[in-house]
């Protein structure tokens, strides 16, 4: 039997994997056909869209006003979307997963395979897809009609080699984090890059280290463009080209180290003792406790209400955001840490989920109890990202405070509200274990992202424009019909789960 | 289970104090009314139907065993004894506890180990067992869990998350929580798949206190052998549908064995 390998094979993996996993989104099921055109649909449009109306609107393209500032700040953006490739890759343990490691380890998935496929996953992420969104929007306004097809694709071009680099250090983290004492020179580094970070902050030269970051050819080639001038325009996208083909090779070395070496993390934690606690002092709470520690003790799940909590912060920490822009961050902190888990939150129950149903409890407590730790660390997460972006924000105004407010309470609300729905209607089987995991396949997780996405800036900038009027009572107004409709709507999901058939088919579906 | 083995379980059950009968157990030993009763069962999942028609009594004391190949409904049935399946059609009485209007009342009467898993990934055996004892009601658990954790020979690892559990380890956890609240109706599903005979002879001591108890026992299995020696009585189903009600006994040794095969074909 030939057993030699072409170097084609990993890319006809990926195909198959890629086939099988976005098949797991179940176009047969009833209703299923539309669920998927949606899922693939609505991201789709919006792409469509940030490409497309910006460079319809009045002042695009010109050499000054606003236009001009955008093409300004374009090379930040750039250098923010290339630092997001590398926390995402670094806090997804090297990148998702495109099978599970569970599911894939009877069958011969080459770590080249696995690459390739952490790279098709990368921007299956709430955070690639609002700054991609927001880097296409950008250089759509700023290059115009005339110059926009050549500015996008070199964007495009950038988002593809910014995600593959991204995934080069992702892994080669990993790789580190893996090794013998790793999760110590882990934490260095982590220590090593805050501290960093600060210094830059604290002496006022975050600004020099962003000017002097190679983003800024993507701006000067923007111009170019417009200039009619396509020499620089082509070295910038002949280097873009190189760098993309370059970091996915480059990528395949530190991944083969990293994936022939044991996840100590997960080890760690699965080996590990947990002191046991007294007895809870109601139903609701000793439910409420495993549910916490469900998510508290998985790898992905921990890191990432980490990242999420802590690197919106630091970013407007860093860059002294102003209170009305802090408006919008509960929306993409809420987002992430819900797609993280949220989206299939009877997940947490793995294979005990039968067992789970078997006890004599009333499902609107478990309903009720699963909620609130996820509404929980939704507001939890949030808070920590506005408690760091106000530190360097002022005093503010109480209009954008009560604005603030309303839109964390809003968003946590709408996104409980839509998990739940989520999580109900469509769950899925998912070990969350690997700190690569994510809780669904990956054309479902497009769609609840981009849904999550477009809803909590929505919201946020709805909020945003309430607190420029500048009376703090006109938030309250707005908010409250808003929470009062998903209060309700959150009420119409606990009845849908009260429904023994519902509860069943949950049930033995995460159990599978 | 050999000899030898019998042997080992009688001197274990000796080593543990003699269970309080069940308040449904009859005083003569034989129970007054069906544990469980369940009349015309089916189950569909659209339009697969994973039951079609399916009558059951176990009394107290009595142990049942549901035999059929992969996909003959037994899981299914389990479930749905256990409330977490709803029935599509039939009656099922649990404790005397109607399925359908008094679902928690049946729970709290019955114990219940799944065919997959069965644990929560990131809790420990002990909040497992904490968890249970909230919702139903004990008092003075942590003896009996303890002891129990010890006869399954998982006491070592009481604290530590059932994630790295191996699949043994994992059954044999299930049976303990299935068994610790000392049900009225014990539900057994796959409880020997995968378990080392240490595993299975404490298996064999929970079913035989529980019986001795007045508790009635399903246990759902393959090992046609394991079957005989903890049931009094077999149902054998195919495609769905019970195709035979029998003493286990009849289905012991090469003749038995013979008889089982026949009923699967």
Redesign the interface.
Known sequence: MPTGRSWTDPIADVGSLVRFRFGAARPDRPGGARRTRLLIGIPAAITLAVLLVPAAAAGAGSREGYALDLLVILPTAATAFLLLTIVSAVASGGGRELLSREHGVAYPVSPVTDHLGALLMAPLNIAWLVQGWLLLGLTSYGAGWRALLPAELLMLLFLAAATALGQVVGWSVEAVRRARYGVVAYRGLVVASLALSAWLVATDRLVDVLSASPTVHLAVAVARIQDGEAGYPLAVLGVLVALLVASVLAGIVPATLALRRPPRDE?R????????RG??RS?LM??A??DL??VL??VPLRRGLLTLALLPGLAALGGAIAWDMLILMPGLVASGAALLFGVNAWC?????A?????????PDLAFVSRAGVLAGLLMAASAVTIALGSLRAGLPSAAVLVALLCAWLVVTLQVTTASMRWSARAPYAA???SARATPAPPAVMVGYSARLALSTTLLGLLFSTVAVFGVWWLSVVVAAPLLAWWWRRLGQVRRQWSE??T??RV??TV?? | MTDHQSTDAAATAESHPTPEPHPDAHPSGHGVGGLVEVRGLRVRFGAVEAVSGIDLDARPGQATALLGRNGAGKSTTMRVLAGVVPPTEGTVHVAGHDLRTDRLAAQHRLGYCPDVGGLVPRATPWEHLQLAARLRRLDDWEDRARDLLERFELGAVTHRVTAGFSHGMGRRMSVVLAAFHRPAVLLLDEPFDGVDPLGVEATMDVIADARAAGACVLVSTHLRELAIEACTTALVLRGGAQVADVSAQELAGEDGARAYRSLLD
Do not use: F, I, K, Q
């Not at chain 1, 934690?269 to 046991?276: A, D, F, K, M, N």
């Not at chain 1, 039968?354 to 009333?362: A, E, I, K, Q, T």
């Open positions: 080890a934690l699965e080996s590990g003792t947990h002191r046991p007895d809870a139903d000793a439910l406790r495993v520690s469900s003790r998985s947490l129950d793995g294979r005990g039968l067992w789970r149903g078997s006890l004599p409890v009333d070990d969350m274990r023994p058939t509860r069943s049930a033995v159990a599978a």
